[in-house]
Every structure is written in C-alpha cells, then in structure tokens.
C-alpha cells in the first residue's frame, strides 16, 4: 500500500489500525489482526523419585532423588514435572507404558492414558504413579510420554528395582 502512514492504533492486543491517505489523497483504514503468538515451551524440570503426593492439592510433589533407577517399595512415587510456559488452555496428552501386570480380571492392565488442560502461562505439570500391591510385578521399564498438538514434547523411561 503506497502513502503516508498517519496513525497505528492499538484497539486492543491483537487488533491494530493503521490509517492512511493514499497517492490519491483517500483516507484509508487497515485493520492488522492478531500478533505474532509465542511459542510454548515445555521443559522435563525434574524426574525421579518424589515424596508422597496429595492428588488433591494444586502443588507439586517434593523431590526426593534425581535418578532414572528407582529402589521401589510399596508407596514409591516416581515421575517428572514439566515446566510449561506460555501454554495457558493447551492441552496436553499423556501415556505411561509399564511393566506388563494383571487387571482384577487376570487381563494385562493397558497403558494409562489422560489428558490434562495447561491453567496458566507458567505452569508445572507432574506425571507419574505410585506402586501398589503386589510390588514384584510393577517392577521394571515405565515410560512416560507427554503430547502436545500431536507432538511429543516430554518422554522418560524410569526403572523401577527392588529395594
């Protein structure tokens, strides 16, 4: 568009206006929508062996231990947290593969699979379980994926042992 630019106004975050008079000396308006939307970003913040975990709460569980072999005993909470930002309202999908064992049908139990919606633009995320009874078939490979729009953004493979 040829002319002099006399005014850009910002109406609201994502709507602008430019006003200009063209070569003919019409007064001509443009709307610019939208803004360049940031990327959101997840990193694997921790993982590993974590304190008990209140499902309930809002936090997160506390660190324990680092590591990617886990000395299991019934109670043990392993996994890691994400640290999400700029992802307010996207929506993350999840899977843990684990150890082959039995339903209370004697049917070998599928992978856990969820969704989860970020709640706001720097947002922690934790993922993982807690061993039950009977502990010796919970022993092994559990891998945890974590999706975003069809990506994976996040995947750890923690081993589980026996203490």
């Not at 886990?70 to 947290?81: K, N």
């Not at 919606?117 to 947002?123: C, E, I, K, T």
Request: aromatic content about 12%; glycine content about 8%.
């Amino acid at each position: 568009m040829s002319g002099k630019c006399l005014v850009l106004a910002k109406i609201t975050n994502f709507i602008r206006l430019r006003i200009f008079v063209n070569v003919s000396g019409w007064l001509i308006l443009q709307k610019i929508v939208g803004m360049a939307k940031r990327k959101v970003e997840i990193e694997i913040y921790s993982y590993g062996e974590y304190a008990e975990w209140n499902r309930e709460s809002k936090s997160i569980p506390r660190l324990v231990a680092i590591t990617e072999t886990i000395e299991a005993t019934v109670g043990t909470e392993f996994g890691y947290v994400l640290r999400i930002r700029h992802g307010k309202g996207k929506r993350l999908d999840f899977r843990i593969d684990h150890p082959p064992f039995p339903d209370k049908e004697g049917k070998v139990t599928p992978p856990f699979t969820g969704e989860y919606f970020v709640r706001s633009n720097d947002y922690e995320f934790f993922l993982g379980d807690c061993i039950w009874e009977p502990l010796h078939d919970k022993l092994g490979n559990w891998t945890m994926t974590t999706w975003l729009e069809g990506k994976i953004v996040a995947q750890k493979t923690l081993r589980l042992i026996a203490k």
